[in-house]
């Protein structure tokens, strides 16, 4: 069997994979929701979710410093990478030796492809499938409340302090927050640029969100970017629900409507 990744690659597969690797923890929750615990050999010392059944997995070191030994040791007849996330080093090394399929995320519809072709390949169609459909459904609700919302406000996805550092356009962050109904005061930069606070005064942000990840924002911070948006709605949000874009897509519709209206601190399971 053939599939194609979403860098173009063909991997061929001759059986069903039996034995996974995954270097891409949003990708790890998948397979197991995807109910193929059984086959996921391998994850990195990010991939901590599901808690309860990744915890006895072997680790195979971080997502951009693989020790290829473990991996060696693992004898994997399929591993699952992705182009933002993992090295490109490591990640040709490892296609010398094995399968490798990398998932390359930009929107909704590059998720839900990646859902159902990664279901496919372990033996999962029809759960991909399910799990694809419930999502577009919740989506689709999620545009409706927006709809009815005023006009986009103007916001700010802060990753990283010590440097100021913000979500650019073109990626998965800057879609979920157009599907949010918020107006990214920095799409038109380049993935993940550094900013000064006198850039981000002269963006005019409405709403400063600060993620969870990488950069752990807490509520000691909250003070310190106030005075930077010059009145600005500030947020500590979670930032696994603006960049995992496997099956916890199904929790991500409830939580951006709550953004969209909220007036205070948004909360909830895993936000800071």
């Given at each position: 069997?053939?599939?194609?990744?979403?860098?173009?690659?063909?991997?061929?597969?001759?059986?069903?994979?039996?034995?996974?690797?995954?270097?891409?923890?949003?990708?790890?929750?998948?397979?197991?929701?995807?109910?193929?615990?059984?086959?996921?050999?391998?994850?990195?010392?990010?991939?901590?979710?599901?808690?309860?059944?990744?915890?006895?997995?072997?680790?195979?070191?971080?997502?951009?410093?693989?020790?290829?030994?473990?991996?060696?040791?693992?004898?994997?007849?399929?591993?699952?990478?992705?182009?933002?996330?993992?090295?490109?080093?490591?990640?040709?090394?490892?296609?010398?030796?094995y399968r490798?399929?990398?998932?390359?995320?930009?929107?909704?519809?590059?998720?839900?492809?990646?859902?159902?072709?990664?279901?496919?390949m372990v033996?999962?169609?029809?759960?991909?499938?399910?799990?694809?459909?419930?999502?577009?459904?919740?989506?689709?609700?999620?545009?409706?409340?927006?709809?009815?919302?005023?006009?986009?406000?103007?916001?700010?996805?802060?990753?990283?302090?010590?440097?100021?550092?913000?979500?650019?356009?073109?990626?998965?962050?800057?879609?979920?927050?157009?599907?949010?109904?918020?107006?990214?005061?920095?799409?038109?930069?380049?993935?993940?640029?550094?900013?000064?606070?006198?850039?981000?005064?002269?963006?005019?942000?409405?709403?400063?969100?600060?993620?969870?990840?990488?950069?752990?924002?807490?509520?000691?911070?909250?003070?310190?970017?106030?005075?930077?948006?010059?009145?600005?709605?500030?947020?500590?949000?979670?930032g696994t629900?603006?960049?995992?874009?496997?099956?916890?897509?199904?929790?991500?519709?409830?939580?951006?409507?709550?953004?969209?209206?909220?007036?205070?601190?948004?909360?909830?399971?895993?936000?800071?």
């Amino acid at each position: 069997m053939q599939f194609q990744d979403q860098l173009g690659a063909i991997v061929e597969l001759a059986n069903e994979p039996q034995r996974i690797v995954s270097l891409v923890p949003s990708q790890t929750e998948l397979l197991f929701d995807l109910g193929v615990d059984e086959k996921i050999v391998g994850v990195t010392k990010f991939c901590t979710d599901p808690p309860d059944r990744v915890a006895d997995v072997t680790r195979i070191g971080g997502t951009k410093k693989f020790n290829f030994a473990r991996i060696d040791a693992l004898a994997p007849d399929l591993i699952l990478g992705n182009k933002e996330e993992n090295y490109q080093d490591g990640i040709e090394q490892l296609k010398m030796r094995y399968r490798v399929w990398m998932s390359d995320i930009y929107d909704l519809d590059d998720a839900l492809w990646m859902v159902e072709q990664v279901a496919t390949m372990v033996g999962a169609r029809e759960r991909g499938q399910s799990l694809s459909r419930t999502v577009r459904e919740r989506f689709m609700s999620l545009d409706e409340v927006v709809a009815g919302r005023p006009e986009p406000r103007r916001a700010a996805y802060f990753i990283w302090r010590k440097p100021y550092m913000v979500v650019g356009g073109n990626n998965f962050i800057d879609h979920l927050m157009r599907r949010a109904g918020l107006y990214n005061v920095f799409r038109d930069l380049e993935r993940y640029p550094q900013v000064t606070a006198a850039q981000v005064a002269g963006a005019r942000p409405e709403v400063l969100l600060l993620s969870s990840e990488p950069y752990p924002f807490t509520q000691a911070h909250r003070d310190e970017f106030q005075s930077m948006g010059a009145g600005a709605d500030v947020h500590l949000v979670d930032g696994t629900l603006f960049s995992w874009y496997g099956s916890r897509l199904l929790r991500i519709p409830a939580y951006l409507e709550a953004i969209t209206k909220a007036n205070s601190n948004v909360r909830s399971e895993g936000v800071v």
